[in-house]
């Protein structure tokens, strides 16, 4: 019965652990998929606004001349490589989609190098009629829309790819379930097993001893056959000493006779 009791336990903590494994390791692509929506779209939008600030300070500081609004221009354009460098490599990372932000990058350069920069000249050298022409074409508001849809274009294939991620995560998570319910049956039916083999032995064993006892009371005078023993355990230690009574019992007919 302990070994019976031993051999279930050891298969229920075999099935525990695999499980347990298998659910840590969906909720860490789960946490994966959630860190990564949120540090995408954090990313995503930080960069975009960053180059909206950038056009926005340049246009603020010709209406106000306001240093203040050509310095944030100066930060903005500072920092804008470092962040777009934090979200390719956490594209990359993840779902190895990083070329959908090279037009961003080439978007951006396009920008600076046509619009924000020659601005920029422009108003550090006084350049009124440059200015004009750089402030009234739609070239600049042109480029930002175009980048716009870029960064749109790139979160909604992320999303779409973040969505086929939950989907198999699902389906993981159904197959996991499907395991669960099958690994428990499986349990029943070893253990049902286990324990009719058991007490099927005991059971059969304590008969033998009971039909050689009832035997002993009703048929005398002829010889007892010896029970086998079925067991390794208590029950045998039963059988053996009802064998040591029929060997007696077969001797003390043997000298009646």
Same mark, same amino acid.
């Not at 019976?4 to 499980?19: E, M, R």
């Not at 920069?117 to 930002?144: F, K, R, Y």
């Not at 033998?208 to 005398?220: H, R």
């Given at each position: ?8 336990? @050891?298969? %229920?903590? $075999? ?7 298998? !659910?840590?390791? +969906? &909720? =860490?692509?789960r ?47 500072a ?16 779902s ?18 046509t ?14 009629e440059? @200015?004009? %022409?750089? $402030? ?6 042109n480029? !930002?829309?175009? +980048? &716009? =849809? ?44 286990i ?23 009703t ?24 064998n ?12 009646q006779?």
């Amino acid at each position: 019965i302990t070994s019976g009791y031993v051999i279930l336990i @050891v298969c %229920i903590a $075999i099935s525990t652990i695999l499980l347990n494994t298998q !659910i840590t390791k +969906l &909720q =860490e692509e789960r946490n994966g998929i959630i860190q990564y929506d949120s540090g995408m779209r954090t990313l995503s939008n930080t960069l975009e606004r960053q180059i909206i600030k950038m056009e926005s300070n340049l246009n603020r500081f010709l209406i106000t001349d306001n240093q203040t609004y050509l310095q944030n221009y100066y930060e903005e354009l500072a920092t804008w490589e470092s962040n777009y460098a934090e979200l390719t490599n956490l594209v990359q990372d993840y779902s190895g989609n990083e070329k959908l932000l090279e037009p961003i990058y080439s978007g951006i350069l396009n920008w600076i190098d046509t619009v924000g920069e020659p601005l920029n000249d422009a108003i550090l050298n006084n350049n009124d009629e440059q @200015v004009a %022409i750089l $402030i009234d074409g739609t070239q600049s508001s042109n480029a !930002i829309m175009s +980048l &716009q =849809e870029g960064f749109s274009t790139f979160r909604n294939s992320e999303t779409a790819a973040i969505q086929d991620k939950i989907t198999e995560l699902n389906n993981k998570n159904t197959n996991l379930t499907f395991i669960l319910f099958f690994s428990l049956f499986v349990l029943a039916i070893i253990t049902i097993v286990i324990f009719t083999i058991i007490s099927r032995k005991i059971s059969s064993s304590i008969k033998d001893v009971t039909s050689a006892i009832e035997d002993i009371n009703t048929n005398e005078g002829h010889a007892y056959t010896q029970l086998v023993v079925r067991t390794n355990d208590e029950v045998q230690d039963l059988v053996q000493v009802a064998n040591e009574l029929l060997q007696t019992m077969n001797a003390r007919n043997w000298f009646q006779k």
